[in-house]
């Protein structure tokens, strides 16, 4: 099946400083993959679209140079979080379409990245 | 606006059935999946239905009704590792997901 490698599992950073988390498409071409963010106990929240070799679809209150989505090959997505602060502590999810024909493919997702900031 | 209600936990006896439902209320339908989620861990797909009707895939099923904007999912022979959250996310006519809160469900033995 589909998988969907996502790195680092996890990482703490001091307040400031910029974390990149990589997304990888392992056994598939992913044209669009989709960034979460998930706060504990609720619900998963789109952060933004990643198309390849193009610009970003940001969320609506979700800050485009605050997090740098940069999705440079049909397999490969990252998201930097540019001078984090604690308030960006959080887990953040990506995932991408599997080969199902047509739009209705479902999401597969990486392991997700537990992002500390002290 | 666009909403999906599921219940926020349930609590079941391993080796029992127990059903997750799932209202919807969105602009357009293209289909609907249950996702389950272990805590901290990210979700992994279970089920897709985009036709009315029960679909059936081992102990999991899920049901969909568009006329009424409800699904479920149906789980039996309860498992101690059935213990996740279950995400049902709709998509809608923009082919974007809109996801529910999850329901928590804990498994008693």
């Known amino acids: 099946g589909a998988v969907v490698s996502q790195h680092p599992s996890w990482v703490i950073c001091k307040s400031g400083t910029s974390v990149k988390i990589e997304c990888r498409s392992l056994d598939f071409q992913a044209t669009t993959m989709f960034w979460y963010r998930q706060f504990p106990k609720q619900s998963l929240m789109l952060m933004a679209t990643?198309?390849?070799?193009?610009?970003?679809?940001?969320e609506q209150g979700v800050e485009k140079d605050k997090f740098l989505i940069n999705h440079a090959s049909l397999t490969l997505s990252t998201l930097t979080v540019t001078s984090a602060h604690p308030e960006d502590s959080s887990f953040y999810i990506c995932?991408?379409?599997?080969?199902?024909?047509?739009?209705?493919?479902?999401?597969?997702f990486g392991n997700g990245t537990r992002l500390t900031v002290t | 606006g666009q909403n999906i209600d599921q219940p926020t936990e349930m609590t079941a006896t391993e080796g029992a059935i127990v059903q997750i439902n799932c209202t919807y209320q969105?602009?357009?339908?293209?289909?609907l999946f249950w996702y389950q989620q272990h805590a901290g861990e990210a979700p992994t797909f279970l089920s897709y239905?985009?036709l009315d009707g029960l679909e059936e895939k081992g102990r999991f099923s899920s049901f969909l009704s568009r006329s009424k904007g409800y699904s479920y999912l149906l789980l039996k022979e309860l498992q101690m590792k059935d213990s996740a959250s279950y995400l049902c996310?709709?998509?809608?006519?923009?082919?974007?997901?809109?996801w529910g809160a999850g329901t928590k469900l804990i498994i008693k033995p």
């Open positions: 990643s198309n390849e070799g193009s610009k970003a679809t940001y």
């Open positions: 969105t602009s357009g339908f293209n289909g």
């Open positions: 996310a709709v998509m809608d006519s923009n082919y974007q997901l809109i």
């Open positions: 995932s991408a379409r599997d080969s199902w024909p047509g739009e209705t493919r479902p999401l597969h």
């Open positions: 239905n985009v």
